[in-house]
């Protein structure tokens, strides 16, 4: 009897050195469990009620590409009015016409690099002449390229953080003033990203900016409710665009390990985070200020956690694990 069990724990010795080894060897490739995203469809209807912009009007910076074009669509199909802002204006018309001609509600396209204070208020004279001040302004407008900080020049810094902080800053402080002396309620919207909270080599100035907007929007947050106005903040994970694409992960090389990492197996879609910005910015939400809203399909916990890469060992895996630790005496 004796030899017996002795016997089957030599046998499992061996399968645990051999598997152990082979762990050590080849990790766990090969091993993956089938992809989860048939668990996460994304949905691309809008979730609000039909309507639920109706008599707003919303300023959507960066509105003629990518996710700001996602929102702009979301908040016309629901009612709003919108203006949508940037430097190319043959593409910001572009967008406008089309997404009027959808939805039947007018889009209105106002050319403003949002470097410029100069032309941030001369973009927000124009709209008070179209539309009149806003309810909704959405800071979407954007810069980055990955790069090692070490071949960043002044100007690449400066290029990066004037778009991002001190151009949400012009906008927000723009019409924060203008809203404040019209005595005007609104809800502001803050597009940032995942690691504006973790920081991120190799997009050192966008995780800087980023981190600078947070900051600028929770301080606000608590400042101006006074006012009458809401300050939230949206961290996308990866959602396709162009824009972003093309300046992180220019070959496609780096797709899959992301897509890999994120526990819903799958990137995020425009149309949600359209959806979840409408939210934020609705009346539904009016009690929401001061928020960080993560959006990434579980990307930043998954990154964060030490252990997570154990997600891929297998269940014969584990029980050899499990007897290898059970076994272990003494520290
Ligand atoms: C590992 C990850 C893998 C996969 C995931 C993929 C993607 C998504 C995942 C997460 C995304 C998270 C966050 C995303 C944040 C974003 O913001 S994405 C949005 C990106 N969209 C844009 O950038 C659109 C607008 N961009 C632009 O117009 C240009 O790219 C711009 C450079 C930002 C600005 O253009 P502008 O014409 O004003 O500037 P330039 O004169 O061309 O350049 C100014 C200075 O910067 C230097 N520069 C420019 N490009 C580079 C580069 N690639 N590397 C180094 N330096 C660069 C340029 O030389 C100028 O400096 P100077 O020469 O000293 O004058
Ligand atoms: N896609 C993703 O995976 C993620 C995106 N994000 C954030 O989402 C937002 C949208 O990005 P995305 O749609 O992907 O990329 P896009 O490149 O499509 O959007 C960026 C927009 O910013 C505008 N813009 C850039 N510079 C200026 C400027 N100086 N003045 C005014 N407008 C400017 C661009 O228009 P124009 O060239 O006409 O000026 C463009 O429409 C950004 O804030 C980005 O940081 C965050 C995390 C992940």
Same mark, same amino acid.
Request: hydrophobic share 30%.
């Given at each position: 009897m004796a030899a017996r069990v002795l016997g089957r724990a030599g046998r499992l010795a061996a399968v645990v050195r051999s598997s152990a080894l082979q762990l050590r060897l080849h +990790?766990?490739?090969?091993?993956r469990f089938g992809s989860q995203a048939s668990f996460f469809p994304p949905l691309g209807d809008a979730?609000?009620? &039909? +309507? &639920?912009?109706?008599n707003h009007v919303a300023l959507i910076t960066g +509105?003629?590409?990518g996710l700001g074009r996602a929102m702009t669509a979301t908040l016309s199909q629901l009612g709003a009015q919108c203006i949508i802002a940037s430097r190319k204006l043959d593409i910001l018309q572009r967008t406008a016409e089309e997404i009027s001609s959808q939805t039947g509600n007018k889009v209105h396209a106002v050319q403003c690099d949002v470097r410029d204070p100069q032309a941030v208020s001369q973009c927000v004279d124009q709209m008070e002449a179209l539309?009149?001040?806003?309810d909704v302004i959405i800071n979407n407008a954007a810069g980055n390229f990955v790069c090692p900080?070490?071949?960043?020049s002044p100007n690449a810094w400066k290029t990066i953080t004037d778009i991002v902080l001190n151009g949400t800053a012009f906008v927000t402080l723009e019409l924060g003033k203008r809203l404040i002396q019209n005595q005007k309620g609104a809800s502001f919207l803050a597009i940032t990203t995942i #690691?504006?909270?973790s920081g991120s080599g190799f997009v050192v100035p966008s995780a800087s900016a980023k981190a600078g907007v947070e900051a600028l929007y929770k301080s606000l947050a608590a400042e101006w409710g006074r006012y009458g106005h809401r300050f939230n903040i949206i961290q996308p994970g990866p959602i396709r665009t162009k824009g972003a694409f093309s300046r992180l992960d220019p070959t496609g090389a780096f797709e899959k390990a992301t897509i890999d990492r994120i526990p819903t197996g799958r990137l995020g879609t425009p149309a949600e985070i359209a959806n979840l910005a409408a939210y934020v910015s &609705?009346? #539904?939400?009016?009690?929401? &200020?001061g928020a960080v809203i993560r959006f990434d399909g579980g990307e930043y916990v998954s990154l964060a956690g030490?252990?997570?890469?154990?997600?891929?060992?297998?269940p014969d895996q584990w029980k050899i694990l499990e007897v290898m630790i059970r076994n272990t005496k003494g520290s």
């Open positions: +990790g766990s490739a090969g091993l979730m609000l009620p &039909s +309507g &639920s912009f109706n +509105g003629g590409t539309t009149g001040l806003p900080s070490e071949r960043l #690691y504006a909270e &609705s009346n #539904y939400a009016s009690w929401m &200020s030490e252990f997570n890469e154990l997600r891929s060992v297998t």
